[in-house]
């Protein structure tokens, strides 16, 4: 069964004309193009990007990366406050791929106007007569049911709206930023990449059209000279077949074009173990650390990596591990700091791992929560 599989997975010549026939018309079509088709979208000085793209300043470069990728960056420049829009992407030849980053730099001497309403994806997905559009998401982790990633299918019938995003800061907590949609036994893979606090809406029109807008949530700012900022990255893979095919192909892509190989050879698992959990996170202690470490290593349990959970920063008092502070080692509980720890798991032979995530960093200890957002406080 293993051939079939395989060649299934592989690219056909009309999705890697799809994706071609895709890049070459936001890359290589006309200036007008980003305004009249628009695959990012953002609000500057209060106007919104496709009002004035077609009047900036606009500059192509093309480069040949290797045999399967070509990098394509389209540069605006606003010639009266200097700002500069840059949008890098990459087109892969062996797979119906595009991604592309956002970046935004002023250039000039003072300060820029308001930046607000990013979306480093902003595309129209039109389908024929035929079936309706379909969501294939996950939800994230840390769900209060206790099932974590379970997946999900929306049909977006005419007039549907649908808004999925992270929770508290954490890009997998709430929902997943990979999604697949199909239609009429084809579809297409977006995902946000370094995602943090991000959103993603998909608008179903009374037609046969619909609107994917995603990015990081909430932004609006202005960037002093010389700052430069960057969006997620976005994915999109063009696939037919069934939504499973289009997966498999993804992580055909994935591996071949993103996964690291130390030494030259594909990522092995590694068994990991940590006691965080049974010490309901916030009771882990320099001490009961080295204990487990032992225990596991007396019950011949191969373990390879000593992980660090949640729950070694500090919190208030009677606080849970999910208040974020500022990422400092509680010294009741871990007066040597963390190497002591680490020191100690090396020295039997492990790799070691600490779990943070800098997202929801802010001052102060103080748990809140946004009532609208979901997010705590400053962490969005």
């Known amino acids: 069964m293993a051939l079939p599989l395989a060649t299934a997975a592989s690219p056909t010549p009309g999705e890697l004309a799809e994706a071609r026939q895709w890049a070459a018309a936001r890359f290589e079509g006309r200036r007008e193009t980003a305004a009249t088709n628009p695959f990012f979208s953002?609000?500057?000085?209060?106007?919104?990007?496709?009002?004035?793209?077609?009047?900036?300043?606009?500059?192509?470069?093309?480069?040949?990366?290797?045999?399967?990728?070509?990098?394509?960056?389209?540069?605006?420049?606003?010639?009266?406050?200097?700002?500069?829009?840059?949008?890098?992407?990459?087109?892969?030849?062996d797979f119906p791929v595009v991604e592309w980053t956002l970046f935004f730099k002023n250039t000039s001497y003072k300060d820029t106007p308001i930046l607000s309403e990013i979306l480093a994806e902003d595309v129209q997905l039109n389908r024929g007569a035929g079936a309706e559009f379909v969501l294939n998401h996950n939800k994230g982790d840390c769900n209060a049911d206790g099932f974590?990633?379970?997946?999900?299918?929306?049909?977006?019938?005419?007039?549907?709206?649908?808004?999925?995003?992270?929770?508290?800061g954490l890009p997998t907590q709430g929902s997943m930023p990979y999604f697949n949609i199909e239609w009429e036994r084809r579809g297409v893979i977006s995902v946000l990449g370094w995602p943090g606090q991000w959103s993603a809406r998909f608008t179903r029109d009374r037609a046969a059209g619909l609107r994917v807008r995603a990015g990081q949530e909430f932004t609006h700012f202005k960037l002093h000279p010389g700052e430069e900022v960057r969006s997620p990255r976005v994915v999109l893979l063009f696939w037919e077949g069934d939504a499973v095919r289009g997966q498999n192909l993804w992580r055909r892509w994935m591996i071949a074009h993103n996964m690291p190989r130390p030494g030259g050879k594909p990522l092995k698992p590694v068994?990991?173990?940590?006691?965080?959990?049974?010490?309901?996170?916030?009771?882990?202690?320099?001490?009961?650390?080295?204990?487990?470490?032992?225990?596991?290593?007396?019950?011949?349990?191969?373990?390879?990596?000593?992980?660090?959970?949640?729950?070694?920063?500090?919190?208030?008092?009677?606080?849970?591990?999910?208040?974020?502070?500022?990422?400092?080692?509680?010294?009741?509980?871990?007066?040597?700091?963390l190497k002591p720890v680490m020191d100690y798991a090396h020295s039997k032979g492990l790799d070691t791992m600490l779990w943070f995530c800098p997202e929801p960093v802010r001052q102060g200890l103080i748990s809140r929560r946004n009532t609208q957002t979901g997010c705590l406080a400053g962490a969005c």
């Not at 919104?48 to 192509?60: A, D, V």
């Not at 660090?308 to 919190?315: I, K």
């Not at 974020?324 to 871990?334: L, P």
């Open 42 to 93: 953002f609000t500057y000085d209060g106007k919104p990007s496709t009002e004035l793209l077609g009047t900036w300043k606009l500059e192509r470069v093309t480069r040949q990366l290797d045999q399967q990728r070509t990098q394509r960056t389209l540069t605006y420049t606003d010639p009266k406050t200097g700002l500069e829009v840059r949008c890098a992407a990459v087109e892969f030849h």
């Open 148 to 168: 974590n990633f379970p997946p999900l299918r929306t049909v977006l019938d005419p007039g549907k709206e649908v808004q999925l995003k992270a929770a508290s």
């Open 271 to 337: 068994l990991s173990a940590c006691n965080s959990v049974l010490l309901n996170y916030t009771g882990m202690t320099e001490q009961n650390q080295l204990q487990f470490i032992d225990r596991y290593l007396e019950e011949k349990i191969p373990i390879e990596r000593w992980w660090v959970d949640a729950g070694w920063y500090q919190v208030p008092k009677g606080a849970s591990c999910w208040t974020y502070g500022t990422w400092e080692v509680e010294k009741s509980r871990f007066p040597n700091g």
